[in-house]
């Protein structure tokens, strides 16, 4: 009897071992199959990029069709589509026609220009061909040099650099000048502070960028800027296995990092090319801390520059305007704050031909809008007034004195996050909504205001996509309605949207959860907690565009995923935002962990008992601070590309959201290296060798830090990855590999 019953275990143990291993196989494709560079292929006519023609008055755009790619066009005056044509048709007319060799991967009918109701152009060679849709006729029109930024509006002189300084050539002749001639290449002119990945696995290691000039409208003067290195401080990339073979190589390129007294800058010019006169603006030098250089323009007039400054930590911004010929700068606004002015609000237009500036401000402790006389000194006015946030500002129309933009949080009883399109007078009255869905919408706007594309959907709902009028907001035309048909065919139902308490029990925090395909209530699922932080912006998806998360393709695996925006992140109020200033360590952190308790309760099916975590760039960070900070909720955890000391990181991120006066005494309290003693569960770093964003260091000094800890940990470096990992089929099964194991307690499927 005990014989029989140990082998009745035995194949009952057997048995179920066998049906695990088929599911979780079953499952491996299922969760390959829901991977974002899957998902996009399956889903047609998602979004629609008119591209108008310059009054505005016709725009065609391309579309998913039954055969394929076409390129459709639009008369909104007579409210019809005037045609449509597959785009393997004109590829094979361009074939034809211009003696070409074009395919569907290779060919020049991507940068279109709507001409006429039947017409459009394209660039190609620097030569501009325009199709005849009524015709089927390809042909050739002008030589053209639309393209090249580099070109002057009248199309007669080119900037070019040569040995760090700038160069004048005529387009049409051989004739050259050289317009200065102090540059090198600690001090280049034009030239931004360069990516060091533009020089992975090239001929040339020291590839420079394209040059950053500025064409005044009347073509005699060009802005720019002169960087100065300074001996700033630099950082090396080593590739232990280029492409080529050979030896290792090592790239070494400046990097400020915070805290650094010496760094990059950039010095304010314009040059006049008839004397080739070079004039510096009599302004500080501006810091430049990352890769890219300063911001500077001309206004219409030919005679006015403008450009932002600010101090490091972004305290104090101005926006300022320097007149060419009287040689005055002038402060057209100046913004403090206590804690940040957040640069992804900064937004701004011009009206009254360009009199006054419409900008962006948080100064109310809500984004709203106000405008300011460049030229006369006259006082600030506040546009719009309330507890909501203006979000862009879109157009500004002075014909008809109106003001465009997309704000949230305005409409009731919707998600606080959805973005409506607004429009309001100059002086500020007469408010008014022009989409009315509760949903999230995505507007572009005609060149002449009379017209918005309006495309809206909800996490569960896929994009409708209008052309309306921007009179009153009706919709004119149906462009498309996304087909997500083969999508649902797998089993996708969309993100599932969530509201819970933060952690004062008061505010609401947003969030969606995504389930497998085959999600059974009445079976328990561990959670994972796909995690970003970061104060620049909020992460939960508010639109159908969450179906290309990552985080469905991990459900399938048998996991409840979710994600939550706590307090700290961005487009709320300032004093929601706040809470993440000078304090990464928890910028919603805890109101993760609370949320998901409240969830537990809501939703008997998750498991909290295994609760995992993980998150890429500054979410790497976050994946690792949770094992750290809650330990005993917090189970399994990947963490890739984190940025784990922010003093081993860039600069300009950091010093925004940790402040520039407390680097020394408040970057070791913030940093993941300072809990390692924490670790109770099972955490996965990784880091590409090449991370030109976050450097391996950071990764690095981490893994220093929990073997001096004693602690187990798991850890890969990837060879000749950069910063998104998930580029990687390697990676991305790795991380499916170590939830399925630690979190499921399943053996993944033998690799072949």
């Known amino acids: 009897m005990k014989i029989k ?57 391309e579309r998913d069709g039954e055969n394929g790619k076409q390129i459709t066009g639009i008369n909104p005056e007579t409210k019809q589509r005037t045609f449509n044509i597959d785009l393997t048709k004109l590829i094979a007319l361009g074939n034809t026609q211009l003696g070409s060799k074009f395919d569907i991967n290779n ?85 931004p502070l360069p990516d060091p990945h533009d020089a992975f696995d090239v001929e040339n290691p020291d590839l420079q960028p394209e040059i950053e000039i500025k064409w005044s409208a009347d073509s005699k003067k060009i802005a720019t800027y002169r960087r100065h290195n300074n001996n700033a401080g630099t950082l090396s990339l080593y590739q232990s296995s280029p492409k080529k073979g050979g030896r290792p190589l090592l790239y070494t390129y400046i990097y400020p990092q915070p805290g650094d007294s010496i760094v990059p800058q950039a010095e304010l010019l314009f040059i006049d090319i008839e004397n080739a006169e070079v004039n510096f603006l009599p302004v500080a030098k501006a810091d430049l801390l990352y890769y890219g250089g300063a911001s500077i323009d001309w206004m219409d007039d030919s005679k006015n520059l403008y450009f932002m400054e600010n101090d490091r930590g972004y305290k104090n911004v101005s926006f300022k305007v320097f007149n060419i010929e009287t040689k005055k700068v002038t402060t057209v606004l100046t913004e403090s704050s206590k804690t940040v002015i957040d640069p992804w609000v900064i937004n701004y237009n011009f009206k009254n031909s360009q009199k006054e500036l419409v900008y962006l401000s948080e100064k109310s402790g809500w984004a ?156 328990k699922y561990p959670v994972i907690d796909k995690i970003y932080t970061g104060p620049h912006g909020f992460f939960a998806p508010k639109n159908y565009f969450a179906y290309q998360s990552d985080a469905q393709s991990i459900a399938e695996l048998g996991f409840i995923v979710i994600q939550i925006d706590g307090l700290g992140t961005a487009k709320r109020s300032k004093a929601f935002h706040d809470f993440s200033y000078q304090n990464l360590t928890d910028s919603g952190l805890t109101d993760h962990v609370k949320g998901l308790q409240q969830l537990g309760t809501r939703f008997p099916w998750m498991d909290l008992s295994r609760v995992g975590v993980y998150g890429f760039s500054a979410g790497g960070y976050d994946a690792a601070n949770a094992l750290f900070s809650f330990p005993d909720f917090y189970k399994v955890g990947v963490a890739a590309s984190g940025n784990h000391h922010h003093k081993t990181d860039k600069a300009d991120w950091n010093e925004v959201w940790l402040g520039f006066d407390k680097i020394d005494k408040l970057f070791p309290s913030q940093s993941n290296l300072s809990k390692v003693k924490n670790l109770k569960g099972k955490l996965f770093i990784i880091h590409g060798e090449l991370d030109n964003n976050v450097n391996p260091a950071s990764s690095l000094q981490l893994v220093n830090a929990l073997i001096e800890a004693n602690k187990d940990f798991d850890f890969l470096i990837m060879p000749n990855q950069d910063h998104f990992l998930d580029k990687s089929m390697y990676y991305t099964r790795k991380r499916f590999d170590y939830f399925v194991k630690h979190l499921l307690n399943q053996e993944p499927p033998s690799k072949q």
């Not at 088929?22 to 399956?42: C, D, G, S, V, W």
């Not at 060919?107 to 849709?133: G, M, Q, R």
């Not at 002075?398 to 949080?409: L, R």
């Open 107 to 191: 060919h020049p009918f991507k940068n279109l220009k709507a001409v006429s109701p039947t017409s459009f152009e394209w660039i190609w060679e620097d030569v501009i061909y325009n199709f005849n849709c009524t015709t089927n006729t390809i042909t050739k029109k002008q030589k053209t040099f639309e393209n090249n930024v580099n070109i002057s509006p009248n199309g007669k002189w080119e900037i070019f650099q040569k040995d760090f300084n700038l160069w004048l050539k005529a387009t049409e002749s051989s004739t050259q000048k050289q317009l200065t001639f102090d540059g090198s290449k600690e001090a280049p002119y034009a030239l």
């Open 368 to 523: 709203q809008l106000y405008s300011y006389s460049i030229f006369n000194k006259t006082s600030e006015q506040a546009l719009t007034k309330g507890e909501f946030v203006v979000r862009t500002i879109l157009g500004c129309d002075d014909k008809n004195k109106v003001i465009y933009f997309t704000a949230s949080g305005k409409e009731k009883n919707t998600n606080l996050y959805f973005k409506h399109f607004y429009k309001i007078n100059y002086d500020g009255s007469n408010l008014t909504l022009l989409t009315n869905a509760n949903a999230d919408h995505r507007i572009e706007l005609s060149p002449d205001y009379k017209y918005f594309i309006d495309s809206y959907s909800t996490t569960t709902i896929p994009p409708t996509t209008l052309l309306c009028d921007t009179q009153k907001g009706e919709a004119i035309l149906t462009l498309e309605i996304a087909d997500v048909s083969e999508l649902t065919k797998m089993g996708y139902k969309g993100a599932e949207e969530f509201v819970v308490k933060a952690r004062d029990g008061k505010t609401d925090i947003y969030g969606v959860i995504y389930k497998p395909s085959n999600f059974d209530a009445q079976k």
């Open 5 to 61: 019953l140990c082998t009745s275990v035995i194949i009952w143990f057997y048995t179920i071992t066998i049906v695990q291993a088929q599911n979780i196989e079953e499952n491996y494709k299922k969760a390959e199959a829901f991977l974002p560079i899957n998902t996009r292929k399956l889903v047609k006519n998602m979004t629609v990029i008119p591209k108008w023609k310059k009054d505005g008055n016709y725009f065609i755009y």
